[in-house]
C-alpha cells in the first residue's frame, strides 16, 4: 500500500508560479507511475501530468503541457508538479496518484490518491 501526502498549494496571481511537491510512503515508489489530476468545482477529475517510473518518461495534458513540469526524487520518494504562468483557469483541487501502468489519463487507472491540495489564481 502507498500513502500520498500533497503540499506546497496556496492563492497566487495570474502569472505566478507554484512547486507542489507528493510525499509517498512505503519502499515501492519506485514501482509505480505518478500521475497528477485536478478537481475544480463542479467538474470532474482530470489529467494534469504523469511520470515514468524512472522518470524517463513524462506526459502531459494540453492545457498545461509548456508551463507545468512533473518531476520526481525516488531517493526522497517524492514527486512534483511544477507550474509556471498560472492561469485563473488552473484553479482546483490537486491530487497526486499511482498508477501501475504508464500512458493512462482516467483517473479510475490510479490506485492510490492523496487528499489533495488548493491552488487558486486570482486575475
Known amino acids: 500500500q502507498v500513502q500520498l501526502v500533497e503540499s506546497g498549494g496556496g492563492l497566487v496571481q495570474a502569472g505566478d508560479s507554484l512547486r507542489l511537491s507528493c510525499a509517498a510512503s512505503?519502499?515501492?515508489?519506485?514501482?509505480?507511475?505518478m500521475g497528477w489530476f485536478r478537481q475544480a468545482p463542479g467538474k470532474e477529475r482530470e489529467f494534469v501530468a504523469a511520470?515514468?517510473?524512472?522518470?524517463?518518461?513524462?506526459d502531459y495534458a494540453d492545457s498545461v503541457r509548456g508551463r507545468f513540469t512533473i518531476s520526481r526524487d525516488n531517493a526522497k520518494n517524492t514527486v512534483y508538479l511544477q507550474m509556471n504562468s498560472l492561469k485563473p483557469e488552473d484553479t482546483a483541487v490537486y491530487y497526486c496518484?499511482?498508477?501501475?501502468?504508464?500512458?493512462?489519463?482516467?483517473?479510475?487507472?490510479?490506485?492510490?490518491w492523496g487528499q489533495g491540495t488548493q491552488v487558486t489564481v486570482s486575475s
Open positions: 512505503g519502499r515501492t515508489f519506485s514501482s509505480y507511475v
Open positions: 496518484g499511482a498508477c501501475r501502468s504508464f500512458g493512462n489519463t482516467m483517473s479510475k487507472a490510479y490506485d492510490y
Open positions: 511520470i515514468s517510473w524512472g522518470g524517463g518518461r513524462t
